[in-house]
């Protein structure tokens, strides 16, 4: 039997008021956050540690569903964002980089990140100079890259399906969620504020030690000091949530983890600092200098406390503290004279700051043999022991018990 005109036309109401899933609203709102999570996991485990940065290898079941995934609920394109962060590690901070906070600004980045990435996306010399060794099979080149859109217009329909007007919500907050959290938070943010584990070759800043709201790229210091690495946590008290899918995936065999950041490991103190420790130094470098930098914060606080023992003014040295342990070159300009006052009016940390700069050209010296590299290490430690100083004398002594 049909029924009346207004019988179907409250149906059709009732349908675009709910959709097919009744759901609350916490429901609704609970399903939004699961949906976007899973991009968020398919970008940094896909995309960013396995497509860009050969990380590890993922089997065909999560490599297709990612895919998928991501056609659906993003409409990016694999070559596209590879290229493009590929060229942000190579370019980093200069006026090549596609979206440098440092460059750029930092409105620019964490308003209009998505536009950025879409510029760099139709340059034809980024796609090809480093977009190599992406997906390339029949599905990419005939749906996923030729119809890119497509796939959040699907995504459109089936919230709308699911949840009837209500799913125009949740599909804007799908579309907004990469936009926001990695073309603005961890491209801009993430070179612009936060703390640093290292001191890369960057502005680069871990946003949180806590990588969950966005899979572990908080850890943005961390990634580019070890861009190979398919783990983000370096410390004890950082948690890189992507590293816990990938080993969930690898205790299944459908993830193989290529590289891991390395660890510097101390045995026993060598007489002298030979080949084997130059060779832990340098592939270790950048703990290494977390370590000095650790040695002289704890100078500076021995200094700090021998000033206020005398009632004297410690605001030159606190406001100089944050910088003296920074290459000079990451220095600000403001910032200089402040250090430099600090130096003139401490000799142990001008020495320190001295002594910092000398073992950092060890592994900087190219046209010196690893004979000679060696022998300057051996004076380095010598001098440092005989310096007088305990924090210099105790780094010393465990840079001549490193194995690797």
């Given amino acids: 039997m049909l029924l009346p005109d207004w019988a179907v036309l409250n149906a059709a109401i009732d349908w675009l008021g709910h959709g097919l899933w009744n759901l609350a609203w916490w429901q609704v709102v609970l399903y939004t956050l699961v949906t976007t999570h899973i991009t968020i996991a398919a970008v940094t485990i896909f995309l960013h540690r396995t497509q860009t940065h050969k990380a590890m290898e ?6 297709h569903f990612f895919r998928f995934w991501l056609w659906l609920s993003t409409g990016m ?7 493009i962060h590929r060229k942000h590690h190579a ?11 440092q460059v750029k600004g930092i409105d620019e980045v964490l308003w209009r990140g998505a536009e950025l990435y879409r510029k760099e996306s139709k340059n034809m010399d980024t796609m090809e100079r480093y977009g190599t060794g992406t997906p390339d099979d029949w599905i990419e080149r005939n749906l996923y890259t030729r119809y890119s859109w497509q796939g959040v217009g699907l995504m459109l329909i089936i919230n709308v399906a699911l949840f009837g007007m209500a799913g125009l919500a ?8 990469i936009p926001i959290t990695a073309a603005g938070i961890i491209n801009g943010i993430g070179h612009y504020w936060g703390y640093r584990n290292f001191e890369a070759p960057d502005a680069s800043r871990n946003v949180s030690p806590w990588g969950l709201l966005i899979g572990g790229e908080e850890l943005h ?7 190979t690495s398919a783990k983000f946590s370096v410390k004890k008290y950082e948690f890189d949530l992507g590293w816990v899918y990938i080993q969930m995936m690898s205790a299944i065999g459908w993830a193989k983890v290529k590289k891991v950041p390395p660890k510097l490991q101390l045995g026993e103190i060598k007489p002298v600092a030979d080949e084997k420790t130059l060779e832990a130094l340098i592939a270790n470098r950048y703990e290494v200098m977390a370590r000095y930098a650790s040695e002289m914060r704890r100078a500076c606080k021995v ?16 406001a100089a503290k944050r910088w003296l342990h920074r290459d000079d070159d990451k220095v600000p300009a403001a910032a200089r004279g402040q250090v430099a006052q600090a130096r003139a009016a ?14 950092r050209q ?16 051996q004076s380095w430690c010598r001098r440092a022991e005989e310096s007088g100083i305990a924090q210099l004398q105790q780094f010393s002594m465990k840079l001549r018990s490193a194995r690797g």
């Fill in 91 to 101: 370019k980093c901070e200069t006026i090549d980089d596609p979206h440098s906070p």
């Fill in 221 to 227: 210091n961390n990634h580019h000091t070890y861009p």
């Fill in 303 to 318: 200094e700090i406390d021998q000033l206020k023992a005398r009632q004297a003014d410690v605001s030159p040295l606190k």
């Fill in 346 to 359: 401490h000799p142990v940390l001008d020495k320190m700051v001295t002594m910092r700069e000398e073992l």
């Fill in 77 to 83: 394109v694999t070559k596209e964002w590879v290229a």
């Fill in 58 to 63: 993922l089997g065909p079941i999560p490599s």
């Fill in 170 to 177: 949740v599909w804007a907050v799908q579309m907004l969620w």
């Fill in 362 to 377: 060890l592994w900087l010296s190219t046209n010196l043999t690893r004979e000679q590299l060696a022998v300057n290490l």
